[in-house]
C-alpha cells in the first residue's frame, strides 16, 4: 500500500490548542516543532518543576506558554484547549490516565503506549470507551528518509528477503570514573523495560510500517557483561524474528562502539536484501546497492512537524482507526515476547 504524509489543514481554521503534560527533552521536540505549526499551537505545560518552566521561557522566548504545576491546577483555571501532548517517564501515566480521559481531549502520547502488554491494552480500551482519540508519538514513521524508504518498497514491488536493523545511541563512557544514577530508567519495575522497550520501540515499529507483521523467534538481553535476570534493565538486546518472507535481525545498544573518543558512537541503519538488490537507509538518506538515492537532514525538525500534522488531521476529521495506533499492541506483544524469552537463558 502506497506510504503518504498526510496533508496540513492549513489556514481557513484555527490553530489547535495543545497542553503539553511534561517538559524535558522529548517534550521540547514537540514544542519546537509547533512554533511554526500552521494547525498546532502549545499554550499551556504542566510540569511540578519551576526549573523546567524557566527552563523553557529562555530557551523559547517567542513561546506564548501558561504553565501550571499539575493537572488540577490547569483544570482550575479555567484555560481553554483542545488536545493534550504527553510526554511524561514511562511510570507517571497509570495514576493520572483516568483523570486525563475525564477531560475528554485528543492524545498524543510519547511512546511507548505502556510499560508491558496488558498496560498498553487498558490504556487504548479506556481511551476508546470514553471516545478520546489516541495517538502514540514515533517519529520516525514521519522520518523523510524512512517515508522515501517505505514508498520506493511499494512503488517497485520489493519484498525483502532479509532486514537488519540496529540502533545504537552512543551514551556513556569508556571507562566512567564514576557510575551514574540512572533514576527511573534503572528499574525495571517502574520503567517497563530497559534498551529494547525505550529505544528498540522505534525499531520494532519501523519495521512494522516497512514490513507488516512478523514473529519473534529469539531475544537475547545483556546488562553490561551479565546476561539479563530479568531484574536489572538490559543495555543491549539481540533479536531473530521471522515473516512470511522475511528473516529479521535487530541490534538495539545503549552504547555503541568506542569511538577512540572514550565516548561510544551513536549509529542507525535499517539494510534490505530484495533478491540481487541491497538497500539501506538511516536519518540521512537511502542507498540502493552502495549509490545514494535520496539525500535529507538527519534532524527531527520535519518529522515533529509532519507528526503534529497528523494529529491536527485526526482531530479534525475524528479519524483515529490506523495502522499507527493499531500497530501499537502487536508491538508491545513483541516486547514482551523477547522478554520472556531473554529470560530463558
Known amino acids: 500500500m502506497t ?4 496533508q496540513p489543514i492549513g489556514d481557513n481554521q484555527p490553530k489547535l490548542r495543545c497542553v503539553l503534560f511534561g517538559l524535558g527533552n522529548q517534550a521540547q521536540e514537540h514544542l519546537l516543532a509547533s512554533l511554526s505549526h500552521p494547525d498546532i499551537d502549545i499554550i499551556a505545560g504542566i510540569d511540578s518543576s519551576t526549573a523546567q518552566w524557566e527552563a523553557i521561557r529562555t530557551a523559547y522566548p517567542t513561546a506564548d506558554i501558561q504553565f501550571f504545576d499539575s493537572l488540577e491546577a490547569l483544570l482550575s483555571s479555567s484555560l481553554d484547549f483542545d488536545a493534550f501532548i504527553m510526554a511524561l517517564p514511562h511510570h507517571a501515566y497509570q495514576p493520572i490516565w483516568s483523570d486525563i480521559l475525564r ?14 502488554y496488558q498496560e498498553a491494552r487498558q490504556f487504548m480500551q479506556q481511551a476508546s470507551d470514553a471516545h478520546c482519540g489516541l495517538m502514540t508519538a514515533i517519529q520516525r514513521r514521519t522520518h523523510p528518509s524512512y517515508v522515501y524508504l517505505a514508498q520506493y518498497l511499494s512503488d517497485h514491488k520489493l519484498v525483502a528477503d532479509e532486514v537488519h536493523v540496529h540502533l545504537h545511541l552512543g551514551k556513556g563512557q569508556v571507562n566512567p570514573s564514576q557510575s551514574f544514577d540512572l533514576g527511573w530508567r534503572g528499574d525495571r519495575i517502574v520503567s517497563g523495560g530497559g534498551a529494547l522497550l525505550d529505544a528498540g520501540y522505534h525499531m520494532i515499529d519501523i519495521l512494522m510500517y516497512l ?9 537475547t538481553m545483556w546488562h553490561d557483561e551479565k546476561v539479563d535476570n530479568g531484574i536489572e534493565n538490559e543495555d543491549r538486546s539481540w533479536l531473530m524474528a521471522r515473516s512470511q518472507n522475511t528473516w529479521i535481525g535487530v541490534d538495539i545498544w545503549v552504547k555503541g ?19 540481487n538488490q541491497h538497500i539501506c537507509a538511516n ?10 538515492i535520496y539525500h535529507t537532514s538527519r534532524e527531527w525538525q520535519q518529522a515533529m512537524a509532519q507528526q503534529l500534522t497528523d494529529f491536527s488531521t485526526r482531530i479534525r476529521h475524528d479519524r483515529w482507526d490506523d495502522n499507527i495506533i493499531w500497530d501499537q499492541l502487536p508491538i508491545m506483544l513483541k516486547i514482551e515476547q523477547a522478554y520472556a524469552l531473554s529470560s530463558r537463558y
Open 103 to 116: 477531560c475528554n481531549k485528543p492524545i498524543l502520547k510519547e511512546k511507548p503506549l505502556g510499560r508491558n
Open 3 to 6: 506510504k503518504q504524509m498526510i
Open 211 to 219: 514490513i507488516g507483521d512478523f514473529d519473534i523467534v529469539a531475544a
Open 257 to 275: 562502539e568506542p569511538n577512540n573518543k572514550g565516548g561510544y558512537k551513536k549509529s542507525e541503519r535499517i539494510v534490505l536484501k530484495c533478491g
Open 283 to 292: 536519518r540521512e538518506g537511502v542507498w540502493v546497492d552502495d549509490e545514494q
